[in-house]
T-cell receptor
Framework: AQSVAQPEDQVNVAEGNPLTVKCTYS??????LFWYVQYPNRGLQFLLK??????LVKGSYGFEAEFNKSQTSFHLKKPSALVSDSALYFC???????????FGSGTQLTVLP | DAGITQSPRYKITETGRQVTLMCHQT?????MFWYRQDLGHGLRLIYY???????DKGEVPDGYVVSRSKTENFPLTLESATRSQTSVYFC????????????FGEGSWLTVV
């Protein structure tokens, strides 16, 4: 069975600084990897995904993520954080089928003005 | 473009009552899903459907019933609500499987007293 670890429950960063939200995964075969963001009292919004190809994936709102197969990681990054980026971020992995999508426990990102 | 609509958004019910959460999508996506979100557990799949009249269990199906008579609707029924079913419920859909993005509704907050 696959699994996802988001080792940090909370990440704080100052506005304008780069941010990283960490994700490591375990899956049999080639992974499909996703990042979602959730604002308070809202549903999850898709940010980006890795299926195949270039290890650096660019997504919505200036976010990007780097797939590292040897380290089984898929960290979410942004060069310059905004206060409006403050939200709950979820990493998810699937070995293929969407019904097998497994979510991490989430990382609360707070960007301080 | 309405996307995925969930109703009700907020519901308080009593233990033992039957509750139905509605989900409607306008994208004609084949796949639909129900997840529950609980602190410390992230998102867990309750049921999914690959097409009309095709449903299958996810990770935590006990106490829940689903149906899908039409492609666009995927209601979730709690036959006899229990306090442990107090949660936030998310309906989601995707065009297909194998790396297809799953899109989420805004959620239904259910409290069982």
């Amino acid at each position: 069975a696959q699994s996802v670890a988001q080792p940090e429950d909370q990440v704080n960063v100052a506005e304008g600084n780069p941010l990283t939200v960490k994700c490591t995964y375990s899956v049999s075969g080639n992974p499909y990897l996703f990042w979602y963001v959730q604002y308070p009292n809202r549903g999850l919004q898709f940010l980006l995904k890795y299926i195949t190809g270039d290890n650096l994936v660019k997504g919505s709102y200036g976010f990007e993520a780097e797939f590292n197969k040897s380290q089984t990681s898929f960290h979410l990054k942004k060069p310059s954080a905004l206060v409006s980026d403050s939200a709950l971020y979820f990493c998810a992995v699937s070995p293929g089928s969407a019904r097998q999508l497994t979510f991490g426990s989430g990382t609360q990102l707070t960007v301080l003005p | 473009d309405a996307g995925i609509t969930q109703s009700p958004r907020y519901k308080i019910t009593e233990t033992g009552r039957q509750v139905t959460l509605m989900c409607h999508q306008t994208w004609s996506h084949s796949y639909m899903f129900w997840y529950r979100q609980d602190l410390g557990h992230g998102l867990r799949l309750i049921y999914y459907s690959a097409a009309a009249d095709i449903t299958d269990k996810g990770e935590v199906p006990d106490g829940y019933v689903v149906s899908r008579s039409k492609t666009e609707n995927f209601p979730l029924t709690l036959e006899s609500a229990t306090r442990s079913q107090t949660s936030v419920y998310f309906c989601a859909s995707s065009r297909g499987t194998d790396g297809n993005t799953i899109y989420f509704g805004e959620g239904s907050w259910l409290t069982v007293v």
